[in-house]
């Protein structure tokens, strides 16, 4: 339970934030066990955002998929689907906890910033301050099928309508000087006079003239998010966003050379290399011994791993349909398929599968191993898996290291899989020191110590602040 | 008067229907957007026994410039309110002149979802040239472009409801399948201006389909559950009401009440000093609590509702609290919305059966009771 001595860390202060991802998609959430819940009933969203509340978390997050996910045109009918619009969802959430985050995951290719930027503003003010969004950037016509405009804009031209999309909603933020609405009764006007400015923006994406709707909320802006993890993923990070999920969560090198490469891609765009939290997604697995946390960790990959779905990871691998396999028998014999991508589920393949199907063979026949325990153990993998001992002087030890600010938590389980996490590992944290024992602030902003929003900054708090 | 007892709705948007309500608000300007407002005024409309509150919107603020008044998006305030509320029907209105039609469904089906059956959708149309503007997209240029974008919307949000059936989720272990992919439909819609191909990305709300509401003339009948009637007095709203030809008929009705502190006469003209109060022909009560029950006794058996657009909410929904419903309702004129029912059952209106669903298990639970 030591410290660790803090002249031997960069960080000897650092706390860890953490964050609870309610999928509603993807084999990582259990769905055959007796304990699985309901993906849509709303007391289950209620129950996860206040399990989180109570074990001090920062944020509640949701994501959005803007099609049913697809493979070789057939909707795909393994995984958990369907789930509920995430703005409603959450402004739904707002009446019903006081203090984490609610974060939307809201697409900047079909929207408009007009609308989007509203709904946002709208959930900001009715959580007091508390609402975050997570700019994803989907273009493919296989997503736009759904929308008026179809599948209109360029792959390389997503991030530049994101880019541009923000600068808009930013603008639409900042149209309402602060303290423009009167705080007394029998005031001359609702708002100031001239403190309500007309938003007007020309350029490549966008030609609008709005008055903007709203006034800022209690934390200015509501907190932006961002998942890009390419090179020009990253920079728009670097450049836009507040916090910054990531896949490198697992290994401590990983994580700290992904913490060490958005710090210099910070200070080149002129932020404070402490301006942008890392929160990697992660599923967390906790036993009272490693043991019975490996034990566990192995009946859950079972679970996640059905037949079926390793069926169907390995047919994305071979880019063969594999369905009429046996999952318990031996890899199959063909070579891979390397095939087009239109933006649908089942065209995810992957870069170099003749390359992954050898490391596969060489690996089964050393273990032994059937399709399913290959995909398994080789397949796509996730997480941390131990006791809150030893999980929490791992986690102090990433977050005082610099190599990241927290996680985004994926339960397996809904709406129980958070309790472990809460009741057993976050006293864990605290007792090392590494995580907060109440809420300091009222805001999402707050809660993740950061700086106002970049538009507020003057010039010389920019360079200061470098 | 004879007929079923009629069905009470309210609208609850800003500080009331009279473009300077927030001068006679019990509140500071800067309290308006705070949930703490917003759950206040829905409470009141619950308690007092409303079947049903809407909350107006669009895209472009309530007030011009330079009276611009703020206004929280209809759908994030019906959500937030969903939790809020236990018992009344909640519908936001909801233009698709320029929205996302799949959008707009996602978003609606959600709300069902949350408040467990108690949404409706109040169907309305973005006609000043500013919105599109806003919207950054082509002009919907005149009444007949507009009927065709609210009859295309809803007719994409419609199918969209309907294009998971009931039961799609199975669940299957034996078979590692959690979904019935035969239960979920494309939509494939195609109109004159967009193409929508589906299926939803959120289940088929509680209720089936949500409670559609909206003006007849503006949008055909067959799409509506309930037609929202206008006119200046009872004959003209017998018209309206017999012309519908929809499931359900509300008669809007526009309210100022005497109080203890002033006259509806004197409440009406202090505001009239700031702006004026334009009537679009609604049915128009300005006078005594005990005058707006009478005219209410003889809308019965005339529509199946009415929707009341009260001056200014903090002074008008407490009389219509203390006096005016619960007289209604000791006389059964009226009735309180029951905890527990959706807001279909509410107003009387049976689940939709699912279009693309071929003899549904639910529909034979119906025929073998």
Redesign the interface.
């Known amino acids: 339970m030591t410290r660790t001595d803090p002249l031997d860390v960069p960080r000897p202060d650092a706390q860890l934030h953490f964050g609870v991802f309610f999928q509603g998609v993807n084999h990582w959430t259990v769905w055959s066990d007796p304990a699985s819940g309901s993906q849509i009933d709303p007391a289950n969203f209620r129950r996860v955002a206040q399990t989180a509340e109570r074990g001090l978390f920062d944020a509640f997050f949701l994501g959005e998929g803007l099609r049913l996910r697809e493979v070789d045109g057939q909707i795909h009918d393994l995984d958990i689907t369907g789930r509920p619009d995430a703005i409603t969802q959450l402004a739904a959430l707002a009446a019903v906890t006081d203090r984490i985050g609610l974060v939307s995951t809201s697409n900047t290719t079909f929207n408009e910033p007009a609308d989007l930027a509203r709904r946002l503003s709208g959930l900001d003010l009715l959580s007091e301050g508390r609402a975050g969004w997570n700019v994803v950037t989907t273009d493919n016509a296989w997503t736009g099928a759904n929308f008026r405009r179809g599948g209109y804009l360029d792959h390389a031209d997503r991030y530049r309508r994101a880019e541009e999309f923000l600068t808009v909603a930013r603008a639409l933020w900042d149209g309402w000087e602060n303290g423009a609405v009167s705080g007394s009764p029998g005031a001359p006007a609702w708002a100031a006079p001239g403190a309500v400015r007309q938003v007007r923006h020309r350029g490549p994406q966008f030609d609008v003239d709005l008055a903007p709707t709203l006034p800022r909320s209690a934390q200015g802006h509501p907190v932006i998010f961002q998942a890009g993890d390419s090179g020009e993923g990253r920079d728009f990070a670097a450049r836009n966003a507040d916090v910054i999920f990531s896949a490198h969560g697992n290994d401590f090198d990983d994580a700290l050379a992904f913490a060490d490469d958005l710090r210099r891609r910070l200070r080149a765009v002129g932020r404070p290399e402490d301006d942008l939290r890392i929160l990697p997604g992660t599923e967390i697995i906790i036993g009272a011994t490693e043991e019975e946390a490996l034990e566990k960790k192995r009946w859950i990959r079972l679970q996640q791993v059905t037949p079926a779905t390793a069926l169907g990871i390995a047919g994305l691998l071979w880019g063969l349909d594999l369905s009429d396999r046996d999952a318990d028998g031996p890899l199959p014999k063909e070579d891979p398929v390397v095939a087009e991508n239109d933006g649908s589920f089942g065209a995810r393949r992957i870069a170099d599968p003749r390359k992954v199907v050898a490391e596969w063979r060489e690996k089964a026949e050393a273990h032994r191993w059937s399709l399913r325990e290959t995909v398994i153990a080789l397949g796509p993998q996730r997480g941390h898996v131990g006791t809150p001992a030893g999980l929490a002087d791992k986690f102090a030890h990433f977050v005082r290291q610099g190599a990241l600010d927290g996680f985004n938590v994926t339960p397996y389980l809904i709406p129980d899989g958070l309790d472990d996490i809460v009741d057993l590992l976050v006293p864990a944290l605290q007792e090392r020191g590494v995580y907060r024992t109440e809420y300091a602030g009222t805001t999402l902003r707050e809660h993740l110590g950061l700086r106002e929003p970049l538009t507020h900054r003057s010039t010389t708090d920019r360079r200061q602040a470098g | 008067m004879s007929g079923p007892a009629l069905r009470l709705a309210v609208e609850l948007d800003g500080d009331g229907a009279h473009p300077a309500a927030?001068r006679r608000?019990?509140?500071?300007?800067?309290h308006?957007?705070?949930?703490r407002r917003?759950?206040r005024v829905a409470a009141a409309a619950e308690n007092a026994g409303f079947t049903l509150l809407t909350l107006e919107d669009g895209?472009?603020?309530p007030?011009a410039?330079?009276?611009?008044?703020?206004?929280?998006?209809a759908?994030?305030?019906a959500?937030?309110?969903?939790?809020?509320t236990s018992v009344i029907g909640i519908a936001p209105v909801v233009p698709v002149t320029y929205?996302?039609p799949?959008?707009v469904s996602?978003?609606l089906?959600?709300?069902d979802?949350?408040s467990?059956g108690r949404a409706g959708w109040v169907v309305s149309e973005e006609v000043r040239p500013?919105a599109a503007?806003?919207?950054?997209?082509p002009l919907v240029d005149g009444a007949a472009a507009r009927a065709r974008e609210s009859r295309d919307g809803i007719e994409v949000v419609r199918a969209l409801w309907d294009s998971?059936e009931d039961d799609?989720?199975i669940?299957s272990?034996a078979?590692?399948?959690?979904?019935?992919?035969d239960r979920?439909h494309y939509v494939d819609f195609t109109g004159d201006?967009?193409?929508?191909?589906?299926?939803a990305?959120?289940?088929r709300p509680p209720q089936g389909q949500l409670v559609v509401l909206g003006r007849p003339g503006l949008v055909p009948a067959e799409q509506l559950d309930v037609a929202l009637v206008e006119g200046p007095d009872i004959a003209s709203l017998t018209a309206a009401a017999a012309a519908a030809g929809t499931p359900r008929t509300f008669a809007e009705v526009e309210v100022a009440l005497d109080t203890v502190d002033a006259t509806a006469d004197e409440r009406v003209a202090d505001l009239e000093r700031h702006a004026p109060w334009t009537t679009g022909g609604r049915l128009r009560h300005i006078g005594s609590a005990a005058g707006l029950a009478t005219l209410l006794e003889q809308l019965r058996g005339v529509v199946d509702g009415v929707r009341l657009h009260p001056l200014v909410l903090d002074e008008d929904l407490p009389e219509l609290s203390r006096l005016v419903l619960p007289h209604l309702f000791a006389r059964r004129h009226a009735v309180r919305p029951l905890p527990g029912a959706s807001l279909r059952t509410h107003l009387g209106l049976e689940r939709p059966a699912n279009r693309y669903a071929a003899g549904a298990a639910f529909e034979a639970l119906e025929e073998t009771r």
Request: net charge positive; aromatic share 10%; glycine share 6%.
């Open positions: 927030w608000a019990a509140h500071s300007p800067d308006l957007l705070t949930p917003v759950a895209a472009l603020p007030g410039t330079p009276d611009v008044v703020g206004r929280i998006g759908v994030e305030r959500a937030f309110l969903a939790t809020s929205a996302e799949f959008h996602s978003q089906a959600s709300l979802h949350i467990i500013e503007r806003a919207w950054d997209r998971w799609a989720v669940r272990v078979t590692s399948r959690y979904l019935d992919r979920l201006t967009y193409a929508v191909k589906g299926p990305i959120v289940p």
